[in-house]
């Protein structure tokens, strides 16, 4: 056997043992020029993404982001709320997680975000290389990140919509449920874990909303870590 044989061998016998991970797809859907081109020019620098797809919304909106299916949108939360909830939903029919992009953490743009269902938060006011690669990194684990200012809105938005000090009466299975959708789980998964049916699981979450008075599951995961009744995920 040849130098050239054995060494060809053992690349493929490593990559076998050692599965190189794919390179995520991101969507930048940004009516501003500017913006747009300053976060393509940082999620290129980050290692382990591939293609990063820049638009501005109207361009997408049609359709083609279905048909580029990134792995995770970055959207602007200073669209009109049917477009944005528009963009959201496919964006999660493509199976990618939506991070929503919020010009200023103002108690009006928080009330309005938390009520999307995004599966995190980012602040374009003192946006680096930094931030955007944690909560890249973190949203494709199935983490729900979002920027320290931002969850002290969040907590403020839900308090004053009655939720009760003492503390949700929550089920075990709506324990194991939010626990769960705190990993960044979706309805079916939690089924799977749990060994119910999906409707089974749905039910459950919507309880878990409904007890901790939050309007959406990223919500509900960043009341339940900050108020102790789930841990946050090990990383």
Do not use: Y
Request: glycine residues 8%; charged residues 20%.
């Amino acid at each position: 056997m040849s130098e050239q044989t054995v060494r060809h061998h053992d690349v493929i016998e490593l990559r076998k043992i050692h599965p190189v991970p794919r390179p995520l797809q991101v969507a930048v859907l940004h009516e501003d020029e500017i913006i747009r081109r300053g976060l393509e020019m940082l999620l290129h620098a980050m290692p382990g993404i591939g293609l990063v797809h820049v638009s501005d919304v109207p361009l997408l909106a049609g359709g083609a982001l279905t048909r580029c299916r990134p792995d995770i949108v970055l959207l602007p939360a200073s669209l009109e709320t049917s477009t944005l909830q528009e963009l959201l939903d496919t964006a999660h029919e493509a199976g990618a997680k939506a991070l929503l992009m919020l010009t200023a953490p103002d108690r009006e743009a928080v009330r309005r975000a938390s009520r999307l269902a995004a599966d995190g938060f980012l602040l374009e006011t003192g946006l680096n290389a930094g931030t955007l690669g944690h909560a890249v990194e973190a949203v494709a684990r199935g983490e729900i990140p979002v920027p320290p200012s931002l969850v002290r809105e969040l907590l403020s938005e839900v308090k004053t919509g009655g939720r009760c000090e003492r503390g949700p009466q929550l089920t075990p299975r709506e324990e194991a449920a939010l626990a769960l959708l705190v990993q960044g789980m979706s309805n079916k998964q939690i089924a799977r874990r749990l060994g119910i049916s999906e409707h089974g699981a749905k039910r459950h979450v919507s309880n878990v909303l409904a007890k901790l008075n939050c309007p959406n599951r990223t919500v509900a995961a960043v009341v339940a870590v900050q108020d102790g009744l789930i841990a946050a995920p090990a990383h």
